[in-house]
């Protein structure tokens, strides 16, 4: 153990009435009862305490699992404290930062783990795909001579850095390079399990689309397995990751028929029981928006689902509660001014009601529940265009997790 | 302090560090899991059972709170919370610190997790040194060892020294 403790005595400063032994606080007590009770932010300035302090902060993966038990247990009253958002900045430089909020001014916190380092010449993309309990993973495409592009995905853990590749999955039968994943905490058997599922885009003749396959990643075992496929083989998932919450993930999807009409869903993937079930949410006629952009989110305790009503620049917002089964819906219609192109909500900020929402892939701004009013935030330094995603901080290790419960 | 109804009004004495003794009716003291697992073993409730590493005023607070959680049914969980936080309002960093020693000593778990999660919130927003100061850490790196730690953490910074 590097840490010392200083020998000199205590002042008192309380009740001055008797002489009292002031116990000093043994250096084990600190770390195992007190110092995991803090939310990340300050965790990853103690770091800078002593030696003892960092090793276990950034490396110990009980000190991980303690930190993220708790951080859970607090009710999340706001998104910048056990909660954050992440910018990510794919095109040019490959950089990601914080949202943060201080005398409710917005600004960007650049994150300095990024484990990419910047080559300008090189054809390779990043993207983030998944992410859940403080893990990011990160999907490299790279572009070679002949055009054809290979698919790489790490883990990284953006705030102690720690990054792990991920083996390529055994060669499925992937129709396409495209993929959407989730990734997600399966309790039955103490994991976190990527899923990637291959999209067949192609249209074959008769307009029906190929059966999507689907592998799934064991961050304990550490390896690939192909699962059962894709519920319909006329179903198309949407290319945005897939959310987790109450223990299944969820994508929206859609299908076809001879009308200009496509139904949507929200497909769920259990992660105990790796099953599909599939609820319908709205069939949309193409034709009378300038764009048809469904999706789904996690905001607060409820899942939503938005998609364009037929006023232009504004969106249906339907909260659900899955977990009573009474598909019961809240509708809002959020009216976005100025919006040019998807728009995407990605939070609730629960003390003050608000929906964050990413505007026309550039603009953040914020939809009030009670009134129905919005407002374009004034984000210092925010870049151009960005991927935007909600994030749970942990300490977890991607390399060395090997479940919670012990 | 107050005669109990129950059939089981056993009492015992505690011995604080100073010598001061405690005498503890038996639901209350069985808040504590040291405690109880004492007298489910051999140990007899007419002992005193000393606590060397606990002084008067921290034993006085801890029992406090185990008289206020054996009391109240756990129907009345609201009033326990306030009761929570009522109890470690004006407390001072040294009195939290005994009382999560005394807390982890006497396996009391509920006291525990209110007490060190109570220093954990005063420290959040506390810059490292200070925090070095509050723990009596010392400070083991090089000025270049904590210069590196401190850029990769560089995000954490903001408006700190």
Sequence with gaps: ?406 | MASSIENNNEKLTLKSSDGEEFLVEKHVALQSTLLQNMLDSDCSSADVIPLPKIDARTLALVLGYCKKHADASSSKQGELNSFDSEFLKDMDMGALFNLVLAANFMEIKGLLDIAAQKIADTIKDKPHQEVREIFHVENDYTPEEEAAVREENRWAFEGFP
Aim: aromatic share 12%.
């Design chain 1, 1 to 406: 153990m590097g840490m010392v403790r200083k020998k000199e005595k205590r002042e008192g400063t309380s009740c001055g009435s008797e002489l009292m032994e002031k116990e000093e606080i043994p250096a084990e007590i600190i770390l195992e009862e007190i110092m995991w009770r803090l939310p990340v932010k300050p965790l990853a300035r103690f770091r800078s305490v002593c030696k003892t302090f960092n090793s276990t902060i950034s490396s110990d993966p009980k000190f991980a699992i303690l930190q993220l038990k708790n951080s859970s247990a607090i009710t999340t009253t706001t998104c910048f404290d056990r909660k954050r958002v992440m910018l990510w900045q794919c095109l040019d430089c490959s950089s990601a930062f914080f949202l943060e909020k201080k005398n409710s001014i917005f600004s960007i916190q650049k994150i300095n783990t990024s484990p990419i380092k910047v080559n300008k010449a090189s054809s390779s993309y990043y993207s983030i795909v998944a992410s859940c309990d403080g893990l990011v993973c990160l999907l490299q495409q790279i572009k070679n001579e002949v055009g054809s592009v290979s698919n790489s995905i790490m883990f990284w853990n953006p705030l102690t850095g720690e990054t792990k590749r991920v083996s390529d999955p055994p060669t499925f039968p992937c129709l396409t390079k495209w993929f959407t994943y989730g990734l997600g905490y399966d309790s039955s058997t103490d994991d976190y399990k990527l899923v990637q599922i291959n999209l067949g885009f192609e249209h074959n003749e008769i307009g029906l689309f190929q059966p999507n396959n689907v592998g799934v990643f064991s961050l304990r075992a550490n390896s690939w397995r192909q699962i059962q496929d894709f519920p319909s083989s006329n179903l198309i998932c949407s290319f945005r990751p897939g959310v987790f919450n109450n223990g299944a993930l969820r994508w929206t999807c859609f299908s076809k028929d001879n009308s200009p009409n496509y139904h949507y869903k929200i497909v769920s993937f259990c992660l105990e029981k790796e099953k599909y079930t599939l609820l319908d949410i709205t069939t949309i006629d193409f034709r009378l928006y300038n764009h048809y952009h469904v999706g789904i989110q996690v905001l607060g305790d409820k899942l939503a689902v938005y998609y364009p009503s037929n006023v232009n620049c504004s969106y249906h917002l339907l909260f659900t509660n899955l977990y009573d089964n009474s598909e019961s819906w809240t509708d809002h219609i959020v009216t976005i001014p100025n919006d040019t192109w998807f728009s995407t909500p990605l939070c609730l900020f629960e003390n003050v009601g608000e929906v964050l929402f990413q505007v026309s892939g550039g603009q953040l701004g914020v939809y009030r529940l009670k009134d129905g009013a919005f407002r374009y935030l004034n984000v210092l330094d925010l870049p151009e265009t960005f991927q935007a995603l909600t994030f749970s901080e942990s300490l977890i290790s991607p390399n060395t997790y090997k479940g919670t419960r012990n």
